[in-house]
Every structure is written in structure tokens, then in C-alpha cells.
């Protein structure tokens, strides 16, 4: 194919054509080369508002998809393609990175209800996943895939959670966020947390902490 004769025509092209080409070339593309190819582009788009009953129905079609084994894509691993990530492996990652980026959008609208929904619907796949359910396939998978500031995500998901929960939910629904950045050695979500929670969520939650440090003899943290 001649490139510079290709090119002269599509300058010759109206918009609505160039747009047709533009989302055949996406449908054909791998999940790699939409990253390199628009990934940049996105980055720049500001976000767009999201509409907490709309997003809520995605994210419960998501579980079902996932949980019916739509993105299990299976094959003989070996000695040569071990590292070989499936593209239904990759893309939901990234459809799970994109509900968690508007899970995390509707905490800015305020809509806490909402938010607290759709995460905990997504943090209990990723639970899945992690614990080796048939939902994704790979050798080596797990949370440090998702696309996205997680920390930035898990500190949304704790405000909501800090607005709509009671004492005890907050607690509950916390202290496994708090473990999972434990695991990464950060004490961010710990900090969100006691930053946005209610006198009592917190003491609730400081509870159940000295309970698990009790349990695991887990060292205390140079608390501030």
C-alpha cells in the first residue's frame, strides 16, 4: 500500500468517512495498539459527567459477564508463551479500570450511593479474580493490572463510603481495603480513611484493626 497516496486521499475525505475509518481501524486493532494508537488522546479528554443508575447497570452486566466466564480465555501454558496475556484477559482489565475511573467520577458528583454500589460490586470481582476464580486467564494476573491510580480510586471509594455507611459498615467495608494497600506496604488507605470518617466509623474501624494486629501479630504502625 502506498502511504503517501493513501494519505493525499484521505485529506480529500469529509469527516463522517474519516470517523467510519477510524472505528473500523479500532475494531481491528489488539487492545496494545488502541493504547498506543488513542491512549494519549484520551488522556487529554476532560471527565464527562456520569449518571449513577446508568453506571450501576454496566457495572451488574460486568459481574454477569465476568462471573458466566464471557472473558475466560484459557490455553496450554509452557516454557515459551507463559507470559502470553489473552486480549479478553486484557480487555477486562481495562473495562474494569474504565467502571472503577467512573465509580470513582460519581464520588465527585456526590453521588455516594451510587459509587459505594458499583465499587463494592468491582472490589468483590477483583476479590474473585485474585482468589483464582474462572474469570480471567494468565500465569501471572492479579490487581497491579487494573489501568489507573488505584490509590486515587480506593480513596474514593472510602469517601463515599465515609458518607452513606454506618459505623460498622464502614468498618467492615474498609478494613479489606485497608489490608489490600497493606500488602503493597502503604498506609495511604488507612489515612484516607481516618481522614473522611466520622468519629465513630473511626473508632469503629481502629477497633477492628487492633483486633486483626492481635490476631496476626501484625507490627504497629509510627502512628502520627
Not at 467510519?20 to 459527567?49: C, E, W
Not at 467492615?172 to 489515612?191: F, G, K, T
Not at 465513630?200 to 486483626?212: G, V
Request: net charge negative.
Amino acid at each position: 500500500m502506498n502511504r503517501e497516496r493513501l494519505f493525499e486521499f484521505l485529506e480529500t475525505c469529509d469527516p463522517s468517512t474519516l470517523l467510519n475509518l477510524l472505528s473500523a481501524a479500532y475494531d481491528d486493532m489488539d487492545h496494545d495498539q488502541r493504547r498506543v494508537v488513542f491512549g494519549p488522546l484520551i488522556k487529554t479528554q476532560p471527565p464527562a459527567q456520569v449518571d449513577g443508575e446508568e453506571l450501576l447497570d454496566e457495572v451488574e452486566e460486568f459481574q454477569r459477564e465476568s462471573l458466566a466466564g464471557a472473558y475466560y480465555a484459557p490455553f496450554a501454558i509452557n516454557s515459551k508463551n507463559w507470559t502470553h496475556i489473552p486480549e479478553e484477559t486484557k480487555e477486562w482489565f481495562e473495562d474494569l479500570g474504565d467502571l472503577l475511573q467512573d465509580s470513582s467520577q460519581l464520588t465527585i458528583q456526590g453521588d455516594h450511593l451510587h459509587a459505594v454500589t458499583c465499587f463494592g460490586v468491582l472490589y468483590g470481582l477483583i476479590d474473585a479474580m485474585e482468589r483464582g476464580e474462572k474469570i480471567v486467564f494468565g500465569d501471572e494476573i492479579g490487581g497491579w493490572m487494573i489501568p489507573g491510580d488505584e490509590q486515587q480510586i480506593l480513596a474514593a471509594y472510602i469517601t463515599s463510603l465515609a458518607a452513606v455507611a454506618t459505623p460498622a459498615e464502614f468498618a467492615a467495608v474498609a478494613l479489606p481495603l485497608i489490608q489490600r494497600d497493606w500488602q503493597s506496604l502503604s498506609d495511604q488507605v488507612y489515612a484516607a480513611a481516618v481522614h473522611v470518617a466520622s468519629e465513630s466509623q473511626r473508632l469503629h474501624l481502629e477497633a477492628k484493626i487492633q483486633r486483626l494486629k492481635a490476631r496476626t501479630k501484625r507490627p504497629a504502625r509510627n502512628e502520627p
